[in-house]
């Protein structure tokens, strides 16, 4: 039985504006609708999962929560009580609840940082196949979750020791390097064989910097990069190579400010062997953040 959480398995959306955010989901990432409420909140899914994106409407324009998937009733147990030992405060999920996720249990917490969380186990499966008429080919899912979040941490320590040796996270490496100024130092965390399920580096404005999904045909990155030019979606950073999980991919602005991540390529760690490393680059090439490349005025060339 795994130690603790074995994948991203869902997040939730409160947005702002959630007529955009149907387009952008849908006509963009290309996810599918699998459920709509009357209020217009809308479940989406994107491999066998039925609902891997909540997003319903509010003021937040942040992310509302972060679902981690266990192995099953007793490993919630398991990690729960490990929690419990350590102080955390957890809320059983109500029938309701857990009925509204398609899931059999959950349990709600918060992180150190104050992210809200949901651990969860029996998540169900749509009768159909996932078939995307925007990503034809289809996305890295399934057990290797819905892909990975950069999450805002008030203190790297603190959530290094919350994520690994409570939730049960492995380390797969480290970033330290300077970005257009700014310092960076990044770590990633894998719960199964992506790469990394997760990372964080420090605070944010907003709870997450990214989420990433992951197509399974190189292509459907550039695809995905002419649909956001075409949709007036802001680029924030150009198609790039990153050293450690050796993803393909862009950056770009979801609807609610914080950033997606396109991509195709991550390899997979295989913990038997794997040896923690670092960095001392973001990327290998490329993920520019076009503005700077913007043309100067003739007065200042
Ligand atoms: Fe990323």
């Known amino acids: ?31 599918g609708i699998s459920e709509r409420e009357a209020d217009g909140s809308l479940r989406l899914r994107l491999d066998s999962y039925k609902q891997r994106l909540f997003i319903r409407e509010g003021a937040l324009n942040d992310v509302s929560v972060f679902g981690w ?28 609840e857990a009925a509204y996720r398609n899931v059999q249990g ?12 949901e651990l969860y186990f029996g998540a169900e ?15 890295v899912a399934e057990e290797q979750g819905l892909g990975h979040c950069v999450i805002s941490a008030r203190d790297k320590a603190e959530a290094t020791d919350f994520y690994c040796e409570l939730l049960g996270f492995r380390l797969s490496d ?33 709870r997450i910097h990214h989420f990433m999904l992951e197509a399974r045909h190189m292509d459907e990155v550039g695809l995905c990069f002419d649909r956001s030019l075409n949709a007036g979606v802001p680029i924030m950073q150009t198609l790039g190579r990153h050293p450690n999980d050796r993803m393909f991919s862009f950056y770009a602005k979801t609807p609610s400010g914080f950033q997606f991540e396109f991509g195709w390529g991550g390899r997979a760690v295989d913990d038997a062997t794997w040896e923690p490393t670092e960095y001392q680059c973001i990327s290998e090439w490329g993920h520019h953040p076009p503005m700077v490349f913007q043309p100067k005025p003739e007065a200042q060339r």
């Open 69 to 96: 998937e266990v192995a099953d009733e007793a490993a919630l147990a398991e990690v729960s009580a490990r929690l419990a030992a350590r102080g955390v405060t957890l809320t059983p999920g109500s029938a309701e």
């Open 174 to 206: 480290h970033i330290r390097c300077t970005f257009h100024g700014h310092a960076v130092d990044l770590s990633f965390f894998h719960a199964n064989a992506r790469h990394h399920s997760l990372a964080f580096g420090g605070p944010q404005r907003k």
């Open 125 to 139: 499966r749509h009768p159909e196949p996932f078939v995307s008429s925007v990503v034809q080919g289809g996305f």
């Open 1 to 31: 039985m795994a130690y603790g959480i074995t994948q991203l398995g869902y997040m939730g959306f409160e947005v702002k504006h959630l007529e955009a955010w149907e387009r952008f989901s849908t006509q963009v990432l290309g996810l």
């Open 106 to 117: 959950l349990v709600k917490l918060e992180d150190p940082s104050g992210n809200p969380l």
